[in-house]
């Protein structure tokens, strides 16, 4: 989701603020490797929100230096944050498949939406073999102790019996 700056700062107590996802503003910028707006946009951002970090994934080392540059430029410490689809690297096949079957099409099909092999929940030794800096990672511990939150107990997914036939072509 898109952000509203000015909406933001006005709740912004207590509030830990990352500066964003690859598919939000700052990153797409920085894909586009223009660092004059990444760096505006992060500057316009930490005037207005308290505490502001600056998010950087695995998408893509160009982008990720980009925003680790600005970050540097504008005194922000940058976090670590692994985008995650899937919850070991051998699923990849299978949340493949998932996604194949959610948007009705063939796994042979030229051109289909795909995802990027590497969405799964990284250890600290992975996300360091991935260019993640130890003090990224150890920002995004540090951030995950100050969170208060609480999720309720989630039952397991009963799913009634049927018969499926798979079909790969």
Same mark, same amino acid.
């Given at each position: 989701?898109?952000?509203?700056?000015?909406?933001?700062?006005?709740?912004?107590?207590?509030?830990?603020?990352?500066?964003?996802?690859?598919?939000?503003?700052?990153?797409?910028?920085?894909?586009?490797?223009?660092? &004059?707006?990444?760096?505006? $946009?992060? =500057?316009?951002?930490?005037?207005?929100?308290?505490?502001?970090?600056?998010? +950087?994934? *695995?998408?893509?080392?160009?982008?990720?230096?980009?925003?680790?540059?600005?970050?540097?430029?504008?005194?922000?410490?940058?976090?670590?944050?692994?985008?995650?689809?899937?919850?070991?690297? &051998?699923?990849y096949p299978? $949340?493949? =498949?998932?996604?194949?079957?959610?948007?009705?099409?063939?796994?042979?099909? +030229?051109? *289909?939406?795909?995802?990027?092999?590497?969405?799964?929940m990284m250890?600290?030794?992975?996300a360091l073999?991935?260019?993640?800096?130890?003090?990224?990672?150890?920002?995004?511990?540090?951030?995950?102790?100050?969170?208060?939150?609480? =999720?309720?107990?989630?039952?397991?997914?009963?799913?009634?019996?049927?018969?499926?036939?798979?079909?790969?072509?």
């Amino acid at each position: 989701p898109s952000h509203d700056t000015p909406g933001m700062a006005a709740h912004s107590d207590g509030l830990i603020f990352l500066s964003g996802c690859f598919g939000d503003g700052i990153p797409h910028r920085a894909w586009k490797k223009n660092p &004059e707006l990444v760096l505006g $946009e992060l =500057l316009k951002m930490k005037r207005a929100l308290p505490e502001l970090y600056v998010e +950087v994934q *695995r998408i893509n080392d160009e982008e990720r230096e980009v925003m680790r540059a600005a970050a540097a430029v504008a005194g922000l410490k940058c976090v670590a944050t692994i985008d995650c689809h899937y919850p070991r690297r &051998e699923d990849y096949p299978a $949340e493949d =498949l998932a996604l194949c079957i959610g948007n009705k099409s063939m796994m042979g099909a +030229v051109g *289909r939406m795909q995802l990027t092999d590497n969405l799964w929940m990284m250890s600290e030794k992975e996300a360091l073999e991935y260019g993640f800096t130890p003090d990224e990672l150890s920002l995004a511990d540090q951030i995950l102790g100050e969170c208060n939150v609480e =999720l309720p107990q989630l039952q397991p997914l009963q799913i009634p019996h049927a018969r499926l036939r798979l079909i790969v072509t």
